[in-house]
């Protein structure tokens, strides 16, 4: 029994290596990236001469008071509230009626799934010609109906909701696939218990489905606050963060401080601005989650 023990215990150090690739490409690829981000917010560093000042917390104190800093983090945070429950919501319906056996319940999974592969630029241009004034497909519909045409992309009040239902239109597979994934991991033995003790649909629902997916919704849930607060190409092309600054998120804030204004150091404060916010917010819905798990028990 001993030699074995040792040879095991010999052997130990050499299982750091198959760990050590992950870990450097880790560090290289996440961790250094992110201290060097948080290194240059304390410099003003300009792009252009690539002269590098030490400055401290000026570049946050700066972003404290920028209005419009201010205004670009209540318009991602608008957005996020917006998109996020329509994803969770809608996501959830469709995979709860796509998840039976059937041509037509594959033919439409994957026409879902499909329209999230295309690209930003594609989609950003369909719904642009879409929503166009007057000529626009969303226009002549409202007219054939007798409707007043709406200015969706024009408008102070519509354009951040508008740039949403598109954003969730073009990605809404991905939450649908994992929704559906975890409803094919549920029992099928529940289920048939339940047609056995002729129980109705809607207690089925919220008695064994909706309990046995809040796994999944937490993670779906995660999953879209995190890119949702990193939304930028959608609102770059189709209103360049107008109109009147209603729409210009963090993201895009953060590319035109860095790659226009040539101030980087001003940009990577701006970025890690946003990455504690999404630390934060990721973490309250942790933690509300493990709370309403400790009250149910």
């Known amino acids: 029994m001993s ?3 040792v040879g095991l215990r010999a052997s130990r150090p050499a299982y750091a290596l198959f760990v050590l690739p992950f870990v450097a490409v880790y560090v290289l690829m996440l961790l250094w990236p992110l201290a060097k981000g948080v290194w240059i917010s304390f410099h003003d560093h300009d792009l252009l001469s690539d002269d590098s000042f030490w400055v401290g917390l000026a570049n946050y ?5 920028d209005e419009v800093f201010q205004q670009v983090v209540w318009n991602t945070l608008r957005f996020v509230a917006i998109s996020t429950p329509i994803f969770v919501v809608l996501s959830l319906m469709l995979a709860l009626a796509l998840n039976r056996p059937g ?3 594959t033919l439409l999974r994957a026409t879902f799934f499909c329209a999230s592969v295309f690209s930003v630029t594609l989609i950003t241009l369909v719904w642009k010609l879409a929503l166009m004034p007057e000529r626009g497909l ?5 007219a054939a109906v007798g409707l007043p045409e709406l200015p969706l992309l024009t408008s102070d009040s519509l354009a951040l909701t508008t740039i949403a239902l598109v954003t969730v239109w073009w990605i ?3 939450p649908m696939i994992l929704f559906l994934s975890a409803l094919q991991q549920i029992p099928s033995d529940i289920y ?11 207690r089925v629902l919220t008695h064994i489905t909706l309990p046995s997916l809040k796994r999944a919704i937490v993670l779906v849930a995660l999953i879209e606050v995190i890119r ?6 959608q609102i770059m092309l189709m209103t360049n963060g107008g109109p009147n600054n209603t729409t210009r998120s963090i993201v895009q804030f953060t590319y035109e401080q860095a ?3 040539l101030s980087l150091g001003y940009a990577t404060a701006a970025s890690q601005v946003l990455l504690a916010i999404m630390l934060v917010g990721v973490s309250a819905q942790l933690w509300l989650e493990r709370d309403r798990k400790g009250g149910t028990r």
């Open 192 to 202: 048939e218990a339940a047609a056995l003790d002729n129980t109705p649909r809607w």
């Open 259 to 261: 790659f226009m204004q």
């Open 228 to 233: 949702q607060f990193q939304v930028f190409p």
């Open 61 to 65: 104190k700066e972003l404290w008071s």
């Open 138 to 142: 969303i226009a002549q519909a409202f």
């Open 103 to 105: 041509k037509l319940a």
């Open 3 to 5: 030699a074995p023990t």
């Open 172 to 174: 809404i597979g991905l």
